[in-house]
């Protein structure tokens, strides 16, 4: 059998399996090298050879059939269709966060909607104060949109040490953003708008509708109509980027279910009985039909997205030439002005203040999901606006004035990008426990375990009046398990850890997972779990009937009393029952990690679970602190 811990010569198990949101921030975290990389070769790129980099996105290219013809010059490409894809991965995203994130909670939508609007509206009041009554005034929407992705990417170098809960937060509020200015870009800076188009536009999504509420999962089937969509829109007047928006935030996301991968793993069975292409066809089908259509269109186009559309729009807008008059002017420019304070003054001071006065509206009851530094960098992190205002720059501008604004946009991001890294230098320097309350905050987590650590029913290994519970849901033959448990085993040399594990053996691709479990249930009775427990996975090899009773026999328990409770499958219930609790958790597969009721999504090495371990404990230490009353020494 070949090695499972293998898969072109990397561990799968130290693989990140990673969740929505940690793809999502690895993603844009690598890709903003690419990004920035771009920006630099477009300004150089312009200042030596303007007119030839103006020559090649003023080039026309036309799709032309018959008497039908459809002809933008190539920036116009890259802004209004292959930007159409990137605003398709936010609406992905957004639509993932209330369906998995932290704003299933629809409580939670209040404060990162406050703060995403207020975080929209004070630069625009600034960048209109700014240029009352000027010229520039048209362009106020140059200084309203952070780009999210650069400010993730950017967040991740010069934020080293940010808690995730910092970059949760971020994408939370700013998701908000991404769509209100999406909207903008169709209300206020589409022009001439053609209502018969629009109307038709409407019908076809509406069609798109109608084929998701039947179920249709093809791909085939629903891009023609996307297609119509974009063209539909492009005619109409509103910018046609607003189609990806809308497709991505009708797209449900899920976590797989325990059924449909066992009705997958059937399927592949049969395929593996009977090697046909209609079966290799069917297995395919049925494996892909187990991911979510977020999760599928994510995987599909986030990479495209985040390493080819965002930086060629990067190369094909970030280009101005720069001189000495040329700054000179800018700088004293009520564009490049307005820009500049709309984004490093109204940002941080938008996302802060509305945090502040969210929470002390509540008594507290709504708060940020991260502490105040981590809020303070999110808003100092959130000048950084780059693909929506320079498309917004393209729409409102022409000739020095979108220069201005360009220039603008790029001096924010710098500016921000240096504002930030101050907050979190500063906030590395406090003592310990006073950066791990600034930095996480007091806020409760969502708890994702159903149902909780129950101590007179679950199997429990460590201090029982532990700061950190990790719970497992584990499969004795699962190798993955295996693997995972010497891992298991140098967490628990952690005075303040316990350790649970629930069972889910996965029948359907482990034949002797269950006998397996119910052996362990069995030497629970003679109070032997654990030593059964460590003995099945340092064996996964043999599971066998006999193999089980001569386990019971090493560990001295009573062999007739184990052998009666395997043959009359005496345990079933206590197994089932956590494997209700897995159905209950959202659980489909082995191993899956649980730390303090929380999901734990990634990797489940040494270095990554250790990690996780000390976030859990600096959070469990706050709420503890905060629940108790003050004391003289602590003033």
């Known amino acids: 059998m070949a090695d499972p811990s293998s898969e072109g010569g990397k561990s799968l198990w130290r693989r990140d399996i990673a969740a929505p949101l940690r793809s999502f921030i690895a993603t844009e975290s690598g890709s903003a090298g690419v990004l920035v990389a771009a920006i630099v070769a477009a300004l150089v790129w312009a200042n030596v050879d303007a007119d030839g980099y103006e020559r090649i996105w003023r080039t026309q290219l036309a799709l032309k059939v018959g008497g039908w013809e459809l002809a933008h010059d190539l920036r116009t490409w890259v802004n209004s269709g292959l930007m159409t894809l990137f605003f398709l991965v936010v609406g992905l995203e957004a639509r993932r966060e209330l369906d998995l994130g932290d704003l299933r909670d629809r409580r939670r939508f209040l404060l990162p909607f406050a703060a995403g609007v207020a975080g929209m509206v004070l630069p625009v009041g600034i960048y209109l104060a700014v240029n009352a009554r000027g010229a520039g005034a048209h362009g106020w929407g140059v200084a309203m949109s952070t780009d999210t992705a650069l400010a993730l990417g950017l967040l991740a170098l010069v934020g080293r040490g940010v808690p995730e809960q910092a970059r949760v937060f971020l994408l939370t509020v700013f998701v908000v953003d991404d769509l209100v200015a999406l909207i903008v870009i169709a209300v206020a800076y589409s022009e001439h708008i053609a209502a018969m188009p629009l109307l038709l536009a409407l019908v076809v999504f509406g069609a798109l509708l109608g084929l998701r509420a039947l179920g249709v999962r093809s791909g085939a ?42 009705a997958a793993s059937g399927l592949f069975k049969l395929f593996r009985e009977q090697p046909t292409a209609e079966l290799a066809r069917s297995a395919s089908v049925g494996l892909t039909r187990t991911l979510s259509p977020n999760d599928r269109l994510q995987r599909m186009y ?42 490093v003054l109204g940002k941080p001071v938008a996302v802060v203040g509305t945090s502040w006065l969210v929470t002390r509206l509540s008594g507290g009851r709504v708060r940020p999901g991260a502490g105040w530094a981590a809020v303070l960098g999110s808003g100092t992190i959130a000048g950084i606006g780059f693909t929506v205002s320079l498309l917004i720059a393209s729409l409102a501008f022409t000739g020095d004035a979108l220069a201005e604004a360009k220039l603008g946009v790029l001096a924010a991001a710098v500016l ?17 426990h ?9 806020a409760e987590v969502l708890v994702d375990l159903i149902p909780p650590v129950d101590v007179s029913v679950d199997h429990v290994r460590g201090a029982a009046g532990a700061s950190v519970t990790i719970v497992e849901y584990g499969d004795f033959q699962c190798p993955y398990c295996g693997q995972a448990e010497p ?18 053996p996965l029948t359907d691709v482990h034949p002797q997972a269950q006998l397996a479990a119910e ?21 996964q ?6 193999a089980l009773v001569a386990y019971a026999e090493q560990l001295g328990l009573d062999r007739e009393r184990f052998h009666k409770d395997l043959v009359r499958h005496a345990h079933t219930g206590r197994i089932a029952q956590d494997v209700e609790s897995a159905d209950l958790s959202g659980v489909g597969g082995t191993p899956t990690f649980f730390i303090n ?39």
């Open 221 to 262: 089937v629903y891009a023609p109509f996307c297609i119509v969509l974009w063209y539909l829109l492009l005619r109409s007047g509103v910018d046609p980027v607003v189609a990806g928006l809308a497709i991505g935030l009708t797209a449900t996301a899920y976590t797989p279910a325990r059924g449909a991968l066992e």
């Open 434 to 442: 006073r950066r791990a309350r600034a930095l996480l905050g007091e």
């Open 416 to 432: 921000a990008s240096l504002l930030t890294w101050i907050v979190y230098r500063v906030t590395a320097l406090m003592p310990k």
């Open 541 to 546: 090899d043999e599971l066998r009937p006999t």
């Open 302 to 343: 986030h990479p495209w997205s985040s390493y080819v559309i965002v930086p060629l729009f990067g190369l094909a807008n970030a280009g101005i030439p720069v001189d000495g008059a040329f700054l000179v002017k800018a700088f004293t420019s009520p564009v490049t002005l307005g820009v500049l304070a709309g984004y």
């Open 597 to 635: 009721g929380q999901r734990h999504y990634g990797a489940y090495d040494l270095a990554t679970l250790t990690e996780a371990v000390k976030v859990a404990r600096a959070r469990a230490l706050i709420g503890t602190s905060a629940r108790m009353p003050s004391n003289r020494s602590d003033r």
């Open 519 to 539: 052996a362990s249930e069995a030497a629970a009775a003679q109070g032997a779990f654990w030593p059964m427990h460590d003995l099945l996975l340092d064996h």
């Open 487 to 504: 891992v298991v085993r140098e967490l628990l040399s952690d005075a303040d850890l316990r350790y649970v594990w629930r069972h889910l």
